[in-house]
RNA sequence: GCCGGCGUAGCUCAGGGGUAGAGCAACUGAUUCGUAAUCAGUAGGUCGCGGGUUCAAAUCCCAUCGCCGGCUCCA
């Protein structure tokens, strides 16, 4: 029902003074019926002519596109006044036509609904039959207007008519909020106190609303493009962004450090394609469970629609594996660069938000329930990890459907307690998605707005779905339950978050400074004059992380500057003085100052990357030699 | 997608029917400097793109694209 792209029915729409038609010939897919149905010749004035042709993509949803034809037709014929309309098979509108048993099918219904209104006096051209015509445009600015029909997008007004049926499902549903502490207390939210927590308070209140007015941009936007890391691309689609050196690198070294959690946890990582075929059967029962925000690109006659995730890459390839119960749990992992969600462009919001993004996606099949509950609280636990890897601070929330919670009481409180924070608990009476229990990070941000990170969740649908089994002790054939784990979330998310963070200690007076291990400079060498070129080279030559040289000839105040500005985590002056005693001037984030020999910089430095990934400058070091990306 | 705001130099922005402006950055020169902005000079523009009104449009009108915010949405 969701089943659409971009070779859909073409409709041409002419108000005419006159018009006029009649056979001339038999094509190959003449039909006589067709002439039995229309006529051969005929001739009418001030009308609606209506040329049309059905296409490929037509085929998926005959209902829909013909009830946006009417829609289209009705409303322009009111519009217009006129009561008179000209119905034209008319293949020449497209290069991809439907066969012409579909395409009968839909002018026949469309006649047929057309007719219905017994105001309208309808003139039908026959299908498959060579025609001449004349026609007399009037010409005002109504005359003509070509439209292309979406199948599922239904006619506008009817906004429920855009929403898949678990969307309209979920505005229906009832939801129960609870607040659960760590030693497995429940509390209606409404009575909770939040004094404590008032981030949580905050996604309380985001959650039960949807939303929270805000005049300002979120404050991450100026900030990725200040510090030249990511930025807009006017020559894409919205929402796709370019990502400069200092920013690429960040990002590189995000995904290390997430993919080496993910594999030392055993998910086995794999690479599945970025498109996918539209008329894929299994593909296209999954499509129907959500809207329709995909990116779809015609290649040849075929459509394709890109990603948005990357689970179906995944589910067809545990289709085809051979599974038994000794290989469980079994983990797929998967760095998905890049999953595509057409979102609306309103929906935008820098880094937080966008059609083109890098997602962690692991799949975990288990046997039972017992066993995904047990791998759920571990990858929790990686979750918690990965979070404080990036010094990132979140709330909690836990989603159930209230059968599952009522079965699984010391699970639900071992979830709380594993995240050593009260959490937000939500309780469904039905189920409506595919899972029974979903676990949430989420981030509040600088404007109090809730971002979801990790997640964890169990999907008790889509092994069915994708007819991926397990072969039991029994030697039976099973469908294993799936988890669904991004340990981090969205990568660009994870950046955006770490920036809102810093935002916010900004507004509180603090220096805003990124994780040592993330830092794209993570030290500057500052030579006090050009004098000092030799025993800098020496030093640089000895710091086995990301170092530069500020060699510009400009003063030591505006190169201090410069390097604060930039969040340089360590900034190093050297001068006379250091020379004489062999040592380093060491100005840190705080904005104090220590003598220190170079090993007993590094000795410190040392525990700061430990057990996360490095990687090497991304940029020139000779600051003179480094171009200017942003402003 | 709908509603509102914005779009002028690389960046941040002022101007508002009659010669295109500032600060920062860039470039050149001087300066060799001790912890958040050294001094002087030079260059830099299809005023988002496209139409229209006008003797004349960056300025007014229309359309369009982009960004931001709200709605909706967030698999």
């Known amino acids: ?11 041409l729409l002419i108000h005419a003074d006159r018009f006029s038609f009649r056979v001339t010939g038999e094509t190959s897919v003449s039909m006589p019926s067709e002439l039995e149905k229309a006529s051969r010749e005929g001739e009418i004035a001030e009308c609606l002519v209506v040329f049309m042709a ?3 993509g037509d085929e998926a949803d005959v209902d829909s596109v013909v009830n946006q034809v009417i829609e289209e037709v009705l ?11 000209v119905i034209y098979p008319y293949a020449h509108l497209s290069s991809t036509l439907s066969s012409p048993r579909v395409a009968v099918r839909l002018f026949d219904e469309i006649c047929r609904q057309l007719q219905s209104h017994d105001h309208f006096k309808i003139l039908r051209a026959p299908f498959g039959y060579y025609k001449a ?4 445009c009037k010409g005002h600015p109504l005359s003509e207007s070509a439209k292309t029909i979406t199948p599922g997008r239904p006619a506008k007004g009817s906004a429920e008519a855009e929403e898949s049926e678990a969307i309209r499902a979920e505005k229906t549903l009832k939801s129960e909020w609870i607040i659960m502490t760590p030693d497995g207390e429940q509390v209606s939210a409404e009575d909770f106190s939040f004094a404590a927590r008032p981030n949580l308070e905050r996604l309380y ?18 900030l990725m493009r200040r510090m030249e890391l990511v930025d807009y691309e006017p020559g894409a689609d919205p929402g796709n962004f370019r990502w400069y050196p200092k920013g690429q690198l960040m990002k590189r070294l995000a995904e290390a450090y997430v993919s080496g959690l993910v594999t030392d946890h055993g998910g086995m990582q794999v690479e599945t394609p970025i498109m996918y075929d539209y008329q894929h059967p299994k593909l296209s029962l999954y499509l129907q469970r959500f809207p329709a925000r995909q990116y779809v690109l015609l290649s040849g006659q075929k459509e394709y629609f890109l990603r948005f995730a990357a689970c179906f890459g995944q589910y067809l390839i545990q289709h085809d594996m051979q599974i038994s119960y000794h290989h469980l749990p079994s983990k797929l992992y998967e760095l998905a660069h890049y999953a595509f969600r057409r979102e609306q462009s309103g929906e935008l919001a820098g880094l937080k938000r966008l059609r083109t993004f890098t997602m962690p996606d692991l799949h975990t099949l288990v046997e039972d329930v017992e066993q995904a509950k047990e791998e759920f609280l571990r990858q929790t636990e990686l979750a918690m990890q990965c979070m404080e890897g990036f010094e990132l ?4 929330a836990i989603r159930f459907v209230r059968d599952f919670a009522d079965q699984n009481r010391s699970f639900v409180e071992e979830i709380t307690s594993c995240c050593g924070r009260p959490a937000l608990m939500e309780l469904w009476d039905e189920r409506f998605f595919y899972f029974v229990a979903k676990l949430e990070f989420n981030f509040i941000d600088a404007l109090d707005k809730a971002a979801c990170l990790s997640t964890v969740q169990i999907d008790v649908e889509n092994t069915e779905r994708f007819d991926i089994t397990y072969v039991d002790k029994n030697g039976e054939k099973q469908y294993p339950l799936l988890l669904h784990a991004s340990i981090s979330g969205s990568i660009d998310r994870v950046l955006y978050a770490i920036l809102e963070t810093q935002a916010m200690a900004m507004t509180k007076g603090r220096k805003p400074s990124f994780p040592f291990w993330l830092a794209p400079i993570q030290l500057r060498l500052v030579p006090v004059s050009e004098k000092f070129d030799g025993p800098c080279k020496q030093v640089l030559k000895k710091v086995p992380y990301r170092i530069d040289y500020d060699d510009r000839d400009i003063t030591m105040g505006r190169k201090i500057r410069d390097a604060e500005r930039e969040w340089i985590p360590y900034i190093l002056v050297l001068g006379a003085r250091e020379v004489a005693e062999q040592c380093l001037n060491v100005r840190t984030r705080d904005g104090a100052q220590r003598k220190m020999a170079l090993p007993e910089l590094l000795a410190k430095i040392e525990p700061q990357m430990k057990e996360k990934p490095f990687l090497g400058l991304p940029l020139p070091q000779c600051l003179s030699r480094r171009p200017i990306f942003v402003g």
């Open 1 to 11: 029902m969701f089943f659409h792209g971009i070779l859909n029915m073409r409709i």
């Open 54 to 56: 059905a296409e490929k």
């Open 75 to 85: 409303s322009l014929a009111d519009q217009l006044g006129t009561r008179h309309l």
């Open 133 to 136: 015509f004349e026609i007399g």
């Open 205 to 222: 209140r985001y959650e039960k609303s949807g939303t929270r007015v805000s005049d300002q941009a979120p404050p991450h936007i100026e």
């Open 393 to 396: 601070d979140f709330e909690v």
